[in-house]
């Protein structure tokens, strides 16, 4: 299995903001998109089909004091219509070896394409 770090991140916001205005200015997260962002975004615009839907985005809460607590996205499977889409991707950079990170994105989405063999077979 591929495994990840993970940081907790925390301060104070400016008066006027809510914690979905820093939510807004996080993502898309230069994990899953790259730096520099503006023409990072351009790039993956031009070479990705089709958008990523709920992939790299985030999931989590916002409790009703303003808390925020979220996590990014970087595994998903979305069922519509009869149909599984698994998104998992690699983070590649400059000597990244194109067959090793094609490799871990398979291993990577792995775990989903095992739920959605055992969930076919019930």
Known sequence: HVMHISSTVSGELRDGKTSLDALRAAFPAGTVSGAPKIRAMEVIAELEPDQRGVYAGSLGYVSFGGNLDMAITLRTVVAAEGMAYVQAGCGVVADSKPER???????KAGAMFKAIEMAEAM
Do not use: I, Q, S
Request: net charge negative; charged share 55%; aromatic share 14%.
């Open 101 to 107: 990170e094609y490799e871990e994105t398979l291993e």
